[in-house]
């Protein structure tokens, strides 16, 4: 039922114009007109059913009188809050951080951010390995931290606090495979610690940090650490063995490639370029390139510095991704 107000009036010239306000003052609707004494009505549509209002009495010399309309709230039953429980389960996508203090190695299963569940996940020997995830299970031969939150999906691990033991000197050249599925949410950035050249199968492996490309071929690389996710989702790494490194012996001349063997990877099946001195094997760029495919193929066996410089120069996604592709110097 609208608001029905009942007025008195006896001050100023009759008649009166009686209007219904908001309580500012600013929208008033015209109610009804009358002579003086004692009238009832409705308060006019939109202010029909709210209150506080201002009923504004104007008289025939345009004098105006306000009174205050306003009805006491119904008292409502106050509802005595009910806690909600603070969840008290582990926290679902945090810094995983699983170590091995033996010479074989260990394995756990757990739950990454989206509830994949992964199994028997590999810690190389006297390492530590970092995953965003839950749920750690089945450890064997490891031992587990929770840390803290991941940060965008992102495990950063805790600077190590120097020690005054002797460092172990030579940590063992492990050959990894790493894969992203086509399903995975972007491209990862992996940082590793690279030890010998040749991981098998391949012949060369990217210079770290590299970006690991969803839905693409496996890449190998030997690294002493296990491989760490800069940015992006976690891939699947999996420990193919032990690199076989040649003993390093003091090499005579700087090692790279010459103009020949770039000239000879021309096409779309191996495309190699030079970018300031640098050679790039981009076979596996040329169909994901936002600026298309040909921009790519135009580059293949030639020095394509002036090319990417024009394009490129002072942008550090391509220059990131440039990176990723990076064989070794070019041999003048
Ligand atoms: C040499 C290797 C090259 C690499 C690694 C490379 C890498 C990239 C990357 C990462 C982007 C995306 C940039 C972003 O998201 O901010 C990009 C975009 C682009 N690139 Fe390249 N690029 C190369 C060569 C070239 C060349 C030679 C050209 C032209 C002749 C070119 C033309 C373009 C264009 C037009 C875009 C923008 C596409 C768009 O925004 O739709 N790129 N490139």
């Known amino acids: 039922m609208p608001n029905q107000i009942t007025l008195t009036v006896s001050t100023g010239t009759p008649p009166y114009n009686i209007y219904v306000c908001d309580i500012t003052n600013t929208y008033c609707y015209f109610a009804t007109t009358f002579g003086g004494g004692t009238i009832t009505f409705d ?6 059913y709210t209150t506080p209002i201002l009923i504004k009495i104007v008289d025939s010399l345009n004098c105006e009188t306000f009174e205050l309309y306003q009805c006491v709230p119904t008292q409502t039953p106050t509802l005595t809050p009910t806690v909600t429980p603070t969840p008290t389960g582990p926290c679902t996508c945090c ?21 994949n569940v992964f199994n028997d996940v590999f810690v190389p020997p006297y390492s530590t390995v970092y995953y965003c995830g839950s749920n ?39 050959s990894y495979s790493l894969f992203l599925p086509n399903t995975s ?6 940082s590793f610690d ?27 690389i030997c690294s002493t650490t296990y ?12 420990v193919i063995g032990t ?12 090692a790279g490639y010459t103009m020949t063997q770039v000239r000879a990877n021309n096409n779309a099946q191996s495309c190699w370029t030079v970018v300031n001195d640098y050679v790039y094997n981009l076979t596996s760029w ?5 600026g298309g495919s040909g921009a790519i193929l135009f580059l293949c066996g030639t020095d394509g510095t002036n090319a990417f410089k024009a394009q490129h120069e002072n942008q550090s996604r391509p220059a990131i991704r440039l990176d990723g592709y990076k064989l070794g110097p070019l041999n003048k």
Do not use: Q
């Open 43 to 48: 308060s006019p549509s939109p202010l029909g």
């Open 243 to 254: 690199c076989p490194c040649p003993t390093p012996t003091p090499t005579p001349t700087v």
């Open 227 to 238: 491989p760490i996710v800069l940015t992006g989702p976690n891939p699947i790494i999996t």
């Open 194 to 220: 690279p030890c010998c050249d040749n991981p098998p199968p391949i012949g060369y492996m990217p210079y770290s940090p590299f970006i690991l490309e969803r839905g693409n071929t496996p890449t190998f």
């Open 136 to 174: 750690v299970t089945n450890l064997v031969n490891a031992a587990l931290n929770y840390g803290s939150p991941c940060v965008n999906g992102t495990c950063i691990p805790p600077t190590p606090t120097p020690t005054l033991t002797p460092t172990i000197t030579s940590l063992p050249c492990i």
């Open 185 to 190: 949410f972007d491209d990862a950035l992996v």
């Open 286 to 290: 040329i169909n994901s390139h936002p």
């Open 95 to 115: 810094c995983i951080e699983v170590s091995s203090n033996n010479s074989s190695g260990g394995t756990f299963t757990y739950t990454d951010c989206f509830g």
